[in-house]
């Protein structure tokens, strides 16, 4: 093994270095983002964009402006930071402004979730998925070493995406801290620390804390270091009333006009200065003949009242669990707003760009879009998408924000390295994709079909392609070939879907007496572990049904009338047994009045919240602009954070 050559202070790590002493690089993955989904968008941008004819999958293509009036919006990303950095640094490098993260603690509680259900708000607590649980392992699964590496990874692409006058942030517990501001030291330059900021969190120990033999560990460390020169800082102020009684206590005094002053040594302050602030009547003499200047205090409502600048200990801000409840979000490590407030209000300016690529339930992009600042924010799990989303959808006039992914590109990429890196030819690897996916599945290939590509039981099986939607036409395919080979049961496999497939095709199967199953592949396959552990599982599409009614000339509105809930036996027993209606696993959704074959866009929402768990099934009545043929696009997210999305072609 090579010597590694230690010349300067540094932290190590079983692992950092390659064993012929070099550092290890930096995973770096791009690929396109697909926008899913765009809210709270005017119908005149949307209008805009369908004159560049789109098509069905919508890439980002970042050529939107720097401000709203040019077109930007707002990012919420869901998927694994490293590849959604690695993929933001072709149009984002140099441009992010400030950057808070908040990443996993070894608590445990980071991906395991407690959701609510129907108008009775009983909770259940969801075990994290196989990818979370990868997330979760990668993080923590080598103890301190696993974590170190991960966050190295990730603050060399975050310092890469930083702008010259940029501020990072990071949130980390005693557990962290002393590591973090190593690492920190090593990626951005021990001259660039700000500050070490201390939060206090709580002033009385809790539970377990308060019995252990040292003293309760009550606060977090909030990590800031500069990307260069020329950074913002707006200072905080907290302003303190007394009475009169405790303002003499706190030795405040009154001169001669009776004028509440305090006083504070003089500091660095040149003679000259004296001599100002003397002409000035804020100098106070000693009784030993020592200067100090002072400070006056208005009296305000009978109290003295006292401006002190917030320094680096913050006292005034308590733990989420003591947030006003309409604050709470249910997600085990909310921050509080009013950190982040103080946070992004100190470090950026209006319309700076603020990104929080740990998310969570979304606290950092709550506090910059209150701010006027423009965010992005990215975060792996489902959960925490779907917590963000409803919380920006709180927020009065929050403004147009987009829902992205790598999608398709991301399982493109997989199974390129998966399957192609061992195969040259691509029929090959297309074969090897396909015996990956059936094996999964508990399937049998077959040879010699053209749309049947494996056998489950008495079930023949079509699996469909890696970077497409499964197409209306290719399952009528295999059910011709299922007819043609006496079949009378077909199993689809799909990553995703044409439009306006369901229920029509598996009506016309049953009409030419085939039972049609359609099963979404799961994100899951493409981790090994889960994989391994066998922890894959295909569940059918989830299924919305919906009554759409004329409510005048030119008027719609949806009624909700039914959701098929595929999850049903990953909820506990006893709480399954409390569940009446099919509605209890609805916990959000929207419509897209006219659907464009691109993302979803969109024009009506109802959700439940943890105050109100009411849900309306009955939209509004939405007014078209002309008569014509549209596309009606419901979106259903279940009580689990999954989307459901169909089309229902209209005539207006
Ligand atoms: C401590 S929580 C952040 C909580 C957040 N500050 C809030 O106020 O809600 C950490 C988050 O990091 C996410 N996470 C962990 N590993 C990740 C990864 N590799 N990529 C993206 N997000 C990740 C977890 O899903 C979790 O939501």
Known sequence: MAKIEVNKVELVWPGKYNDDGTLKEVPRVRLPFQVIETVNESRGSREAKKTKGVGLFDVYDGKEGDTFEDGWK??????????????LLEKFAGKIDLIYIDPPFATGADF??????????????????????????????????????MLRD????????????????????????????????????????????????????????????QFPRNHDDLLCYRSGDGWTFNGDFVTRAFSIEEARQRGFRQ???GRWFKTAPRGDYTDESIARLEAEGRIHKTRTGGIRIKYFLPVEGGKVVERVPVGDSWVDI???????????????????????????????????????????????LAAAEK??????????????????????????????????????????????????????????????????????????PLSGTQHLHGKKGKAVVHVGAVDTPVTIDEVNGAIEECLAVKQKELHI???????????????????????????????????????????VRFFELAHVEVSIKKAGERKLQVKLTDFAFPYADL?????????????????????????????????????????????????????????????????????FGNDTTQVFPVEV
């Open 571 to 639: 909820i506990p027993e006893d709480v399954r047994d409390k569940i009446t209606k099919w509605s209890d696993y609805v916990d959000y959704w929207a419509i897209d009045w006219d659907f464009q074959n691109d993302t979803f866009m969109q024009g009506w929402v109802a959700y439940r919240t943890r105050k109100d768990r009411a849900l309306s099934l009955e939209s509004d009545v939405h007014e078209y602009e002309r008569h014509a043929p549209a596309n009606v696009m419901v979106k259903v997210v279940d009580i």
């Open 318 to 364: 308590a733990d989420a669990m003591h947030m006003p409840e309409a604050e709470q979000t249910g997600y085990a490590t909310q921050k509080p707003e009013p950190l982040l407030t103080r946070v992004i209000r100190a470090f950026s300016d209006e319309d700076a760009l603020v990104a929080d690529f740990f998310c969570g339930s979304g606290t950092t």
């Open 112 to 149: 395991s979730f407690t959701t609510e259900i129907g108008e009775s708000g009983e909770e259940i607590t969801k075990a994290p998925s196989a990818i979370e649980e990868k997330a979760y392992h990668d993080t923590w699964g080598a103890g301190i070493e696993s974590f170190l590496a």
């Open 493 to 535: 496999l799909g990553w995703e879907w044409e439009m306006g497939m369901t229920p029509y095709i598996v009506d016309e199967a049953r009409r030419r007496d085939v039972k049609l199953l359609l099963l979404a592949i799961p994100h899951e396959v493409m981790e090994e572990q889960a994989v391994e552990k066998g922890d």
């Open 154 to 213: 990730r603050l060399v692409l975050m310092r890469e995406l930083l702008s010259q006058t940029g501020i990072i942030v990071i949130h980390c517990d005693w557990r962290m801290a002393h590591r973090v501001r190593m690492l920190l030291d090593e990626c951005f330059g021990i001259d660039a620390f700000l500050n070490s900021v201390v939060w206090v969190y709580g002033e009385s120990a809790r539970g377990a804390k308060a019995v252990a033999s």
């Open 255 to 257: 001169d001669g006009e």
């Open 371 to 444: 701010l006027d600042r423009r965010w992005i924010g990215c975060d792996l799990g489902r959960w925490a998408m779907h917590v963000t989303r409803k919380r920006m959808l709180g927020i009065e006039d929050c403004k147009p924000f987009e829902v992205l992914n790598l999608g398709k590109y991301e399982r493109t990429y997989w199974a390129g390295v998966t399957f192609a890196a061992r195969k040259s030819d691509e029929e090959l690897t297309i074969y090897e994709y396909l015996a990956f996916i059936l094996k999964l599945y508990g399937a049998q």
């Open 74 to 87: 707002n990012k919420l990303i869901w998927g694994d930071n490293l590849l959604v950095m690695g993929s």
